[in-house]
């Protein structure tokens, strides 16, 4: 069990009276943990009390929210101070938490500030898209405005990433608008694609597993295409989406690769988005992974997104000074 002296919670200002909250915060210092409250009133501010967090000494940064404030707090702490020394934890309090679900970490608020302060710390993976950084999904496309034309079929696999991750097909678009030019480690070619998602973790768009196969700990990113289809053809798309990366899929595929980069042909993508935020598009789109690169707090059990056996940061350092003392 690791020792936790000091928590900060970062907290969306939208979800700050919610009563079950206040019961699991005073729930855990009853239980004798220095747990600190930050509330976000506007655009920056949780970038900026992660900063002061880590700026104060604190054990465990705890962000309070969905995927979007998790990015925040991501970004503020690879760009504060000593960022290999930081300790990320999740309370999921957002539409959809994505990233939290997939890590196995309960809704139960009580139950995850209980792992924040006593769960297992690991080191995980990150992932930038040109200059920030990202934990979960990138995502991006063409033609993504919401429109009554997207498919039912794929609103009935997607759900509300129908909208998100798809926005629609078959749309009269010149011949160049949605080549991309994809480049990887493993693979170079050319695609006509309405959607792309790059992925350190498994779930987008409100729980749809846009990478099945994705690990927080492999050093390696997962991206998923979506081909240009006619919308006849959505019933086929649908089933491939269950499982993208199966050969004989028509119009969805699949790489693997500790880089991808992202070239429109015409213009720039319409939409990219990091972690279910907006970012501001571009001609050019390199993704890379950063192994090993923060430090989270999960359940003591074995979480879905770890490749390797679960063992603490602690063990990890005693490994490699035994590994060192057995070469002197």
Known sequence: MTDIKSLRLILHGKSADAPELRDAVTGLRELGHDLSVRVTWEAGD????TQQAQHDGIDVIVSGGGDGLLNEVVNGVMQGHAPEQATLAVLPMGTANDFATSCGIPEDLSSALNIAAHGSVQTIDLATANDRFFINVASGGFGAQVTTTTPKILKKVLGGAAYTLMGFAGAVRGPDTNRLRIESESASYDEHLVM??????????????????????????????????PVSEAAVLAQELKNPGASENRFVFTLRSSWVTLTAADGVMDFVNLDGEPSPAAHKMEFQIRPRALRMVLPESASPLLSRKLQTVSEEQNQKSDTLSSKE
């Open 46 to 49: 949780a970038h900026r009390f």
């Open 196 to 229: 792309v998602a790059v992925a350190n973790g498994r779930r987008s768009g409100g729980g749809f597993e846009v990478a099945p196969e994705a690990r927080l700990d492999d050093g390696l990113l997962d991206a998923t295409f979506v081909r240009d289809f």
